[in-house]
C-alpha cells in the first residue's frame, strides 16, 4: 500500500489504553469497584502500565512511519464508565501517553466505541488529534445529532467514524447508504475535519454496499 492508505499504528500491550489495558487484566466491573472502593491501588496499577508503554515508544516508535497511533479503547467510555471515573483513571494517563506520542511525532486517534457524548470535553482535553468511532446507538454508541459533537470538537480534533456498518452499511439499501452518508457529512464535516467510514468492523458487507458507500462519499464536498 506504501503511502496510497491510512497505516495505523499501536503502543504495547493487549490494549493501547491504560484503563483499557487494565479491564484485560482486571475483569471491568471489578476493575469499575475497585476504583470506588480502593482508588490508590487501580492508580498503581495504571503507573505500571504507563511506564511500560513509555518506553515503548521511546524505544520502539520513535521514527516508525504510521500515519495514526490508536489509543484509548471502549471500557473508557461513557456507556461503560461515568464521566468522573474517566477525568480520574483515563484523562491523566490518557495525556502523558499521548504527549509521549507527539514527542515521537505520532498522530493520535482516541477510540471510545461511540459512547462518548457525556466525556466530549474530556476527550479534547486528553491531547488527541482525532476521535472515533462515532458509533450510533444502532450500534451501541450515543451519537443521535453529529452536529452536537461538532460544536465541540470542530477546530480542535478530527473525527473518524459514524456509519451504522451493521444495519444501514450490510443490510440497508444503496438508497439508504446514500442518505447515511449525506446525514454524516452535513453534521460530522460540513466544514472539514471528518473521515467518515464505518464505526468498526464490516466483515459480512457486500461489495456492492461498499462500492455504494464510496460513491456516497465521493459526492460529499467542501
Known amino acids: 500500500m506504501g503511502d496510497a492508505g491510512i497505516l495505523r499504528g499501536f503502543v504495547w500491550s493487549d490494549q ?20 470506588a472502593d480502593h482508588p ?16 515503548f515508544i521511546e524505544e520502539s516508535l520513535k521514527g516508525a512511519r504510521f500515519d495514526l497511533i490508536e489509543t484509548g479503547g471502549g471500557a473508557s467510555s461513557d456507556t461503560v464508565i461515568s464521566p468522573s471515573m474517566h477525568k480520574e483513571f483515563c484523562l491523566p494517563y490518557d495525556s ?32 488527541t488529534d482525532a476521535s472515533e468511532t462515532l458509533s450510533p446507538p444502532g450500534m451501541g454508541g450515543n451519537i443521535t445529532e453529529p452536529a452536537e459533537v461538532r460544536q465541540v470538537f470542530g477546530g480542535k480534533l478530527a ?15 444503496k438508497d439508504q447508504i446514500r442518505a447515511e452518508v449525506a446525514r454524516l457529512f452535513e453534521g460530522f464535516g460540513k ?22 458507500f464510496a460513491e456516497a462519499a465521493k459526492e460529499c464536498t467542501y
Open 16 to 35: 493501547a489504553g491504560r484503563w483499557q489495558h487494565a479491564c484485560c487484566l482486571v475483569d471491568v466491573q471489578n476493575l469499575i469497584l475497585e476504583g
Open 40 to 55: 490508590d491501588w487501580v492508580h498503581r496499577l495504571l503507573k505500571i502500565l504507563l511506564e511500560k508503554k513509555l518506553q
Open 96 to 127: 502523558q501517553l499521548h504527549q509521549a506520542l507527539h514527542d515521537a511525532t505520532h498522530r493520535i486517534t482516541y477510540h471510545t466505541c461511540g459512547g462518548m457524548m457525556h466525556i466530549l470535553n474530556l476527550i479534547v482535553q486528553n491531547g
Open 159 to 173: 473525527m473518524i467514524g459514524g456509519m451504522d456498518q451493521m444495519n444501514i452499511l450490510t443490510a440497508g439499501t
Open 191 to 212: 466544514d472539514g475535519g471528518y473521515i467518515l467510514s464505518a464505526s468498526d468492523h464490516f466483515f459480512d458487507t457486500p461489495a456492492e454496499n461498499l462500492r455504494a
